[in-house]
């Protein structure tokens, strides 16, 4: 059945994999060795929680219990109307604060959020500075890739970096290609 749908035109919807977020651990030598750059340990989970009554409670109470069991994660709310979960491990663990980010998408996914979900981020700060991320690898699940984005200042954002970063983890991790996608977070 797939090459005859293949042949009339029809393709299937392939589902968003998470295994990618993951994969960031490997890119972690390269953004140390060639950035200064270390997990802050410190990353988020962005959705709408809309489209049914009270589908936000639900899904803020999912997103805050997800996750280590002895940890609570921080849900909080944007301008836009976004709802952001706060995941965080104080020794900057990436691997544990991975698992954490995967849980939260899962069980939001689970509770028939999948639709409402945005994207998802990890945080990198100098290493003499690690309470001010320098770059936020922004993983976007229905996409599949990362993008990099570096704060400059309020409103601003150093491109230049983000392209060398894009560069070096190219054939690390799945990079998004289309700049026009690369969104502030």
Avoid at 47 to 55: C, D, Y
Avoid at 77 to 96: F, K, M, P, Q, S
Avoid at 121 to 129: C, G, S, Y
Avoid at 133 to 139: A, E, F, G, I, S
Wanted: glycine residues 10%; hydrophobic residues 40%; contains cysteine.
């Amino acid at each position: 059945m797939a090459l005859l749908g293949s042949l009339l035109g029809k393709s299937r919807s392939v589902r968003p994999s998470l295994l990618p977020l993951l994969e960031l651990r490997s890119a972690v030598l390269t953004l140390r060795s060639g950035y200064g750059l270390a997990p802050t340990g410190s990353g988020t989970v962005c959705f709408f929680a809309e489209g049914r009554p009270s589908a936000g409670t639900e899904a803020e109470i999912i997103a805050g219990l997800a996750g280590d069991s002895a940890r609570r994660n921080l849900v909080t709310h944007d301008a836009h109307g976004r709802t952001i979960v706060r995941c965080w491990r104080e020794n900057g663990d990436l691997g544990w604060l991975l698992d954490d980010l995967v849980d939260v998408n899962e069980k939001l996914a689970q509770a028939g959020f999948a639709a409402w979900l945005l994207h998802s981020t990890v945080d990198f700060a100098e290493l003499r500075d690690m309470r001010h991320p320098k770059l936020t690898m922004v993983y976007r699940r229905e996409r599949g890739a990362f993008y990099p984005f570096s704060p400059r200042g309020t409103r601003g954002r150093d491109r230049a970096m983000e392209l060398k970063i894009r560069s070096s983890l190219t054939r690390i991790v799945r990079m998004e290609s289309d700049i026009g996608r690369w969104r502030p977070v």
